[in-house]
T-cell receptor
Framework: AQSVSQHNHHVILSEAASLELGCNYS??????LFWYVQYPGQHLQLLLKYFSGDPLVKGIKGFEAEFIKSKFSFNLRKPSVQWSDTAEYFC???????????FGKGTKLSVKP | DSGVTQTPKHLITATGQRVTLRCSPRSGDLSVYWYQQSLDQGLQFLIQ???????AKGNILERFSAQQFPDLHSELNLSSLELGDSALYFCASSDNTGELFFGEGSRLTVL
């Protein structure tokens, strides 16, 4: 079965630090990849998505992600985090025989002011 | 605002009871998904419907059932509730690119 792995359970950074959250997916065929964010007490919102084309994808709020097919990875990055980025981040993949979006377990990001 | 509406926002009930959660998808979306989010299990996929038919099933307990109606709204029925069923239940709809649009969730507390 397809799976999505997020390597970090909880990341703590100071404001202005750079962020990279790891994500690996298991399906070897064509996949659509997503990063969602869940701010405290809120629902999941889309940060960015990759379907095809340029493997460097830019999303909202200064986030970007790079699709590396050979590594089955889709890591999320931000050059300089802010306190308002404190949230939980979920990587997800859609593709293959499964008709539903598969989520990773999520990474909690805490940004210290 | 994602365009997905869920009711009720909060629900408190007792063990053994039955509840129904309701979801209206975005206009035009045929797929509806249900997810359960709890502290210990994370975000768990429960079930997906597409245009009234069950499309995919995840970790959904036998005590839980769902359906999608001709107007495309969906209901998730949770019965014989246990303390461990306390969670946030999200509904999402999709245009089949895989991008999901989530509702604000229904927070269920079982006492």
């Amino acid at each position: 079965a397809q799976s999505v792995s997020q390597h970090n359970h909880h990341v703590i950074l100071s404001e202005a630090a750079s962020l990279e959250l790891g994500c690996n997916y298991s399906y070897g065929g064509t996949v659509n990849l997503f990063w969602y964010v869940q701010y405290p007490g809120q629902h999941l919102q889309l940060l960015l998505k990759y379907f095809s084309g340029d493997p460097l994808v830019k999303g909202i709020k200064g986030f970007e992600a790079e699709f590396i097919k050979s590594k089955f990875s889709f890591n999320l990055r931000k050059p300089s985090v802010q306190w308002s980025d404190t949230a939980e981040y979920f990587c997800a993949s859609f593709g293959g025989s499964q008709g539903n979006l598969i989520f990773g377990k999520g990474t909690k990001l805490s940004v210290k002011p | 605002d994602s365009g997905v509406t869920q009711t009720p926002k909060h629900l408190i009930t007792a063990t053994g009871q039955r509840v129904t959660l309701r979801c209206s998808p975005r206009s035009g979306d045929l797929s509806v998904y249900w997810y359960q989010q709890s502290l210990d299990q994370g975000l768990q996929f429960l079930i997906q419907y597409y245009n009234g038919e069950e499309r995919a099933k995840g970790n959904i307990l036998e005590r839980f059932s769902a359906q999608q109606f001709p107007d495309l709204h969906s209901e998730l029925n949770l019965s014989s509730l246990e303390l461990g069923d306390s969670a946030l239940y999200f509904c999402a709809s999709s245009d089949n690119t895989g991008e999901l649009f989530f509702g604000e969730g229904s927070r269920l507390t079982v006492l």
